[in-house]
């Protein structure tokens, strides 16, 4: 596939901060970008060439985005797949391909292949939605999980007992993994290389992703991660061995857990730019968005360097935060020494609503966490119509 600049254009379905992340970084490549989201003013809209209002299930939305781009991609996984499957068999270039997001998009199908790939999962079983309420587990606790829709914690719970009230619907019974802790490796895939020395694959440091206990919700992640550098290769051996097994191109954040007795397991796979990776477009030669534009596109891969130890910290609505966004603390913040700071543009907010973030990098680890820890005291995300 040949790359013309300019006019070479890029279908992004979502218009989230992951889309308006991608479609900064496509602009810089001299690359045009259409997004495709439900709403009239999403986070890409203003930063993408043009933004389509459209549902992501709805095919003519899709087929409207598809018919002015060279390649589709996602920000997002909750997408209509027959509709995307329709689209690949008239001859649009659609990258994750549609069976590897069918994969992906039901957790249990998705650990069901990693399994028969031979890597390592927690122990699970599927149980039909009529089943979930007599459905006995071998111990508890036993984490719950829907096969699709989830995200960000939703979707998930851990029942304590026979007694915990279960989640409706199709479902995932998986073994409640004592874990020490949560990492991530963000995985590129390459189409095709204009120079035969290009790596195919590429890969980032590994990073340990903390969890706001309120809502199992990613709120921090630290790059790299302090475990060894044996525990290292091994979570990077797994990953790349999934995304090869998937045969997927673009970026894949694989999610892994180090359990308290040494395992390293796979949680689950996104087949997209991922929160984990946000540290890399301050500390990273080629930050994970620029990288999957490159990686859709047939360009070569950039460096995966670290370039030095960072925290990206979420910005989260707070508890009781409603209406029209403000942010508070942003001066004292900003004069915080490494501090780099990216706000989403969302129009309203949400207790635990994913607002914006911020990346602190320094020349150590425990550094970049103090002043992380600083900011995190000042920055507070309120709303217009607050509920108390
Ligand atoms: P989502 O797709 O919504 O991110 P996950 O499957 O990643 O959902 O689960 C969210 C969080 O729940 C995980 O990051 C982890 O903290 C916890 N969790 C998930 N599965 C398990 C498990 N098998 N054992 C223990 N904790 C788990």
Redesign the pocket.
Known sequence: MSIRIPGFTLGIVGGGQLGRMMAVEARRLGIKTIVLDPSSNPPAAGIADETLQGSLYDPLSLGALARRCDVVTYEIEHINITALYELEAAGVHLEPRPRVLEIIQD?YRQKSFLLQSGLPV?GFAGVAAADVAAYVPAQYPV?Q?LRTG???????Q?LLNAKSTRLQGESMF????D?DL?LAVIVARGINHEAASQAKTAVYPVVEMV?DPRA?ICSSVAAPARISDSQAKRAIEISVAAIEALDGYGIFAV?L?LAKDGALLI??IAPRPHNSGHWTIESAVTNQFEQHVRAVCGLPLGSTELLRPSVMVNLLGAPGSNGVPNLKGLSAALALTGLKMHWYQKTSVQPLRKMGHFTVGSHSLEEALRIANQASDLLVVTGNEDVS
Request: glycine share 12%; charged share 35%; net charge negative.
């Open positions: 957790k927690p984490v999980k989830g995200y960000d914690g939703r979707g998930v851990v998986e073994s409640c993994i874990i949560e969890f199992q999610e857990f949680n689950e």
